[in-house]
């Protein structure tokens, strides 16, 4: 009877002809022919295998014969006998080839390799190694449905498609490999329910479009270790460069594949308690923490998988006492190991809605933030890493918030670095800016660093890739440059003897004139559908003074060279980056490989953008340079200090940001749902004030009321829905003022509401007041009007009451429509009003509401002028100075008039 290694000998065979027939256009009736030697060598395995084929799964050999047994009709003797046939001629020619490997061997003067776990049967078990198995109590699989794996369409090269609610699907063996690798920043991990009857890795492509898709779990780990940049590690897993070690991690891989099958079909105890005493034995023999060797390899990853390691469920449904001392022992090793963790989290998290169990007590995910990719409790670093070559933005709002949110959710670290690669356009203005923006956004860094820390690391990095061959040094003009890039044409210079290459580099850094025309570019991939994997600049010269290190350094690294580098060295484990870096993705994970440097995670989310309005540094940059704001910190300007001075509160802007999330959906916003969102949180807080405009008031007499000069007051809630906001005093007198936009058509015996005082009756209207009389019992639902009012005092004061408008006037710009034709003119009012005597009291950022007219933030206190001059702001002025904050709605919050559209 043959050996099942002679009968998947057969099988290989009689695939081999098949395949052979097909490619050179054979006669189709010898390739019919050969199919069915090919059917019946399988067949003839799975008989002699209990049923399982060769792929380690239940053998069936089509829709007729499942037909046929079940009307019990036997299939065609033919079959059987050509079968049989197959199955002696293959075991003759793998006989031959084996005396012949082995001769060989001998000749060469070496030993043979070590054998592996026997497919049939596992190695005798040591004395000291008790061989009674208890198996795990799982419940036996029904014989798994022959699936057929659909048809893939798009799949992006290293992309792994599965379904994470099939336990037959799960890629646990490939996700596991890149975790211990380091590498599983580069699997895009894709949920598909639908199509992926198995894991299906796609293979290497042009741009985003994957070559080849390959299926299998074992087949999608090994493709990832065989063709990854980074061979240096992985090519331990699979055994290193020692044939035999491989040898050895292939068959115990293989073992495994087998046992798990079936496992499936008969339930674990048949199918793998063979699988653990091979592993006890092993273990025990060698003396050996892992299975092939000092280090974990694949083939522990694979039998862990086998053996129920391989799932979602924290810690597995495997009870380690049936596993015995030495299987348990290896068995919990894995499990516990840093890499699983991680493995698990990723296999949880690829829906992007369920939280790993083992993640520990962390807080509810804010709605609208999504769960981190890999992301462990106490393992995330994030770095928010501004140039300081202007202000902070609305945009830069979404990032830095974004980075501490997840910094602190997981109980990590914040690095705020400071991208200073480019001297020309970086000051310590701007440095310092951002530091004080960072405060006002509530933002703590645990750390703060600068780029310019790391040039001379860089340098030696640079370096580094021009030996490696990996650089070049090229002093094409910049437009030509350019349009070979564009053409796909290789530099003249991309051939450079690594000689010259670094004596130009040295040249450049140097800061001769003649090392200006040099740059420095990596040598990738000029055919790539991806532009900026097109040999991108990775170091110029420039001989600016910087603004920390001076005249020490005479050329710089470009971002794309330092960002991957500095993310790596620095420990970053997610780097938050806008989607518009997208293209550059590839290109940073290819600077980290190709400097076999510790591999980042990136996750990606769309920048906020909002209708009306610019945030380009460059164009912001002109508006203060050409007089149409009074600064950075002007409120119409959508900078952080800017929205900050026109009202918004810091708890509503994180709250804003948060509930956006980290989408990848670029979306313009809308301030009014912006400003909404603000009324809400300061709404409540705010203490209600009365003023009066000086240029439309009209007097109101109280025949009833005390004199001006008696200095009689009332007590009243600051806020009337929150008394707990304390008190404060209004003063009464016969001699008020009110709107007369709001006595307009008044009639004599109308009863009028005095807001927060009571009732009067008009007795008299004429050209120089309205009198009336103070009804102590009056009702105010018989009044007609309720009017905001004050008392005529010499201890009233004028207040300026500023509002905004947008300094673009259209919605959205299209690319090629230049901003300088949309200004709106119109951007700014004001008006004065009288106030009432306890707004003195004021403090800068205190925000009020003036009854009927809107919420307001204190940006200049009464009587302080303030420093730098007078501007159209109200500074240099005695006046009480106060910003509108929009609420969200068109039109102010009463009917009171205002100068422009309140948006």
């Keep these: 009877m043959s050996s099942l290694e002679d009968l998947r000998a057969a099988v290989t065979a009689a695939a081999d002809s098949v395949t052979s027939l097909k490619a050179s256009g054979g006669d189709p009736a010898d390739i019919k022919a050969a199919v069915v030697i090919l059917l019946g060598a399988k067949k003839a395995f799975a008989d002699a295998n209990g049923g399982i084929g060769v792929d380690g799964k239940p053998f069936s050999d089509g829709k007729k014969d499942k037909k046929k047994k079940k009307e019990g009709v036997a299939p065609p003797p033919k079959l059987e006998a050509n079968a049989e046939n197959a199955a002696k001629k293959a075991a003759k020619k793998a006989e031959k080839a084996a005396k012949k490997a082995a001769a060989k061997a001998a000749a060469a003067g070496g030993a043979p390799p070590p054998s592996a776990p026997s497919a049939d049967k596992p190695p005798p078990a040591p004395a000291a190694v008790a061989t009674t198995f208890k198996a795990p109590a799982v419940k036996a699989k029904a014989p798994a449905k022959k699936r057929k794996v659909a048809q893939f369409g798009k799949v992006e090269p290293l992309q792994l498609c599965f379904s994470p609610n099939d336990g037959d699907a799960i890629p646990f063996i490939t996700i596991m490999c890149a975790a211990l690798t380091g590498l599983d920043p580069d699997l895009k991990l894709k949920m598909d329910k639908h199509r992926a009857a198995a894991p299906a890795l796609g293979t290497t492509g042009v741009g985003k479009v994957a070559d080849a898709v390959v299926t299998g779990d074992v087949t999608c780990a090994t493709y990832f270790l065989k063709t990854h940049q980074r061979l240096d590690l992985t090519l331990p897993l699979l055994g290193g460069e020692d044939p035999i070690a491989q040898a050895k991690v292939g068959e115990w891989v293989e073992y495994a594949s087998k046992c798990k099958g079936a496992a499936e079909a008969t339930g674990f105890a048949a199918g793998c308690s063979e699988l653990v005493e091979s592993v006890a034995c092993a273990l025990a023999a060698s003396g050996s923490v892992f299975l092939t060797g000092s280090a974990l390899t694949l083939a522990d990853v ?22 015995g001392p030495e299987a348990g022992r290896w068995f919990k090793l894995i499990e516990m190991s840093p890499a699983t963790l991680k493995c698990r989290h990723l296999l949880c998290g690829v829906d992007g809605s369920s939280e790993f169990p083992a993640s520990g007590a962390l807080d509810p995910l804010v709605s609208g933030c999504h769960m981190l990719e890999g992301a462990l409790p106490f393992e995330v670093t994030t770095r928010f890493p501004p140039e300081p070559s202007g202000y902070l933005h609305i945009g830069h709002a979404k990032a830095v918030l974004l980075n501490d949110y997840y910094a602190r959710r997981y109980k990590g670290k914040l690095i705020v670095r400071f991208d200073d690669t480019n001297p020309s356009k970086e000051k310590e203005e701007f440095q310092q800016s951002i530091v004080e923006d960072l405060g006002k956004l509530g933002v703590h860094p645990d750390v703060v660093t600068y780029t310019s820390d790391y040039f001379e690391q860089m340098k030696g990095y640079a370096v580094e890739l021009i030996k490696n061959g990996l650089a070049f040094m090229d002093d094409t003009d910049q437009e030509a440059m350019q349009a070979e890039r564009m053409a796909r044409k290789d530099s003249s210079r991309r051939g450079l003897s690594v000689e010259d290459n670094i004596k130009y580099f040295e040249l450049m850094c140097s800061g001769d004139a003649e090392g200006a025309k040099w740059c420095l570019r990596a040598k990738i991939n000029m055919q790539s559908v991806n532009g900026t994997m097109r040999d991108p600049v ?40 806008t989607t518009e870096y997208n293209d550059r993705d590839e290109q940073y994970a290819w600077i980290q490989n190709a400097l076999k440097l510790r591999r980042v995670r990136i996750h990606g989310f769309a920048r906020m ?286 009917s009171l008039s205002t100068k422009l559209e309140h948006r």
């Design 302 to 323: 694979a039998v862990f998988d086998a053996l129920g390691g391989g799932t979602k469920v924290h810690p597995s449904p495997v009870n380690l006492e049936d596993l």
């Design 538 to 577: 990775l170091y110029r010269q420039n001989l600016t003074p910087h603004h920390r290190s001076g005249t020490t350094y005479k050329a710089y690294p470009t971002y794309d060279l330092a960002c991957p580098i500095v993310d790596s060295v620095e420990g970053v484990s997610h780097a938050l980056r």
């Design 609 to 894: 953008g909002f209708q009306f309005t610019e945030l380009s540094k460059r164009k912001l940059t002109w508006f203060v340079e050409n007089g149409h704001v009074t600064g950075w910190d002007d409120p119409r300007f959508p900078t952080v200090r800017g929205v900050v001075r026109r009202g918004i509160n810091i708890g509503a802007l994180r709250s804003y940001i948060l509930g956006q999330g980290a989408s990848r959906r670029l979306t313009l916003m809308e301030w009014s749902k912006f400003w909404a969102e603000n009324k809400k949180v300061i709404d409540d807080g705010a203490p209600r004030y009365m003023c009066c405009s000086t240029e439309g008031a009209k007097k109101l007499r109280i025949t009833n009321a005390p004199a001006p000069d008696d200095n009689v007051f009332l007590t009243i809630d600051c806020h009337p829905k929150f008394p707990e906001l304390g008190k404060r005093l209004i003063k009464t007198s016969s001699e008020l003022l009110v709107e007369d936009s709001d006595v307009q058509g008044v009639e004599v015996g109308e009863m009028i509401g005095l807001m927060r005082w009571g009732v009067c009756k008009v007795t008299d209207v004429n050209d120089d007041a309205i009198v009336a009389e103070f009804l102590p019992d009056g009702d105010v639902k018989d009044c007609k009007r309720k009017l905001t009012w004050l008392s005529e005092s010499k201890q009233n004061h004028t207040v300026k009451l500023f509002e905004f408008d947008n300094l673009i006037n259209k919605k959205s710009l299209e690319e090629e429509e230049n901003f300088k034709d949309f200004i709106n003119e119109n951007n700014l009012a004001y008006m004065t009003v009288h106030g009432d005597a306890g707004m003195k009291s004021l403090a800068v950022d205190d925000v009020v509401q003036i009854e009927r007219r809107g919420l307001y933030r204190v940006d200049k206190v009464y009587g302080d002028k303030g420093k730098g001059g007078k501007d159209v702001l109200g500074r240099g002025e005695e006046e009480l100075v106060l910003f509108m904050i929009p609420d969200g709605k068109k039109k102010a919050m009463s």
